[in-house]
């Protein structure tokens, strides 16, 4: 080989890992590796499963041996995540906000499921459970709440399970996401701290890629006896507008919630 080739091939070489290193970092490119092969051993391990119990129902002595994630890969691309996102200059400027009080979603009684109860009768609800597995909302949304303004900052990662069209987020899991958290606001000014979705308004702005972190900023903008107007928006780590968001919030006068902590 020549020279020319040889520094041709070299430069090109070289142009190409710096693009790659500034836009995909290392740290994030390990961890988007291990979760898509955590993703795919957890599709096979459903096929697995479901020959498991087709064999059970003709052999009833069979036992599955599936696990529900790689051993060389469980809990290691949900690590990763969670240092990337404890450590976003977002997150760690909010951490040192006094005025802000922080908590990890899904934390509450009603995420959890009692000794004894089955799966469809609590704790088992779609955001905690569905939706929280690797390459879908692998780590916990981190909540930061202002009980003074009544305005809340949710920031978390949106991987590829929890797509509609290829690369982007599902509509209704964006919807379900602000749901939750223009909620939790609106409960912010209920004595009870509970409440129901009258209605909910969505204006979806821009494509929510998936792969990214995303936030959600949330506010109280009307307040009565049993009502709280709240509005919000799902935004990129950068400030891009994603979906806009309107709601109303009620207290039922018929019905005893339990309180969300």
């Not at 597995?133 to 978390?156: E, H």
């Amino acid at each position: 080989m020549s020279l020319r080739p040889a520094l041709t091939l070299w430069s090109t070489a070289l142009a190409a890992g710096a693009i790659l290193g500034f836009s995909e970092p290392p740290f994030k490119l390990v961890r988007s590796y291990i979760e898509y092969q955590n993703s795919r051993y957890l599709d096979a391990a459903a096929v697995a499963d479901s020959l498991d119990k087709s064999s059970q129902e003709t052999s009833p002595s069979s036992t599955s041996t599936s696990t529900k994630f790689h051993p060389a890969l469980h809990g290691s691309s949900s690590a990763l995540l969670e240092h990337e996102l404890m450590n976003l200059p977002l997150v760690q400027a909010l951490l040192n906000d006094p005025a802000l009080s922080v908590r990890r979603a899904w934390a509450g009684p009603h995420y959890q499921t009692p000794p004894g109860d089955a799966p469809w009768r609590s704790g088992q609800v779609f955001t905690a459970h569905t939706l929280h597995q690797p390459g879908g909302i692998a780590a916990k949304p981190v909540v930061f709440t202002n009980t003074t303004t009544r305005a809340a900052t949710i920031v978390l990662h949106v991987g590829h399970r929890v797509t509609g069209f290829p690369a982007i987020v599902h509509g209704g899991v964006l919807a379900t996401l602000l749901d939750e958290a223009l909620g939790r606001t609106a409960f912010l000014s209920f004595p009870e701290s509970a409440g129901v979705t009258a209605n909910l308004k969505l204006k979806y702005k821009n494509p929510t890629w998936a792969g990214q972190f995303i936030v959600i900023r949330t506010q109280t903008d009307q307040v009565s006896e049993r009502k709280a107007k709240v509005s919000g928006k799902v935004m990129t780590l950068g400030g891009k507008t994603l979906v806009e968001a309107e709601a109303l919030f009620v207290v039922p006068k018929k019905f005893k919630l339990k309180p969300m902590k």
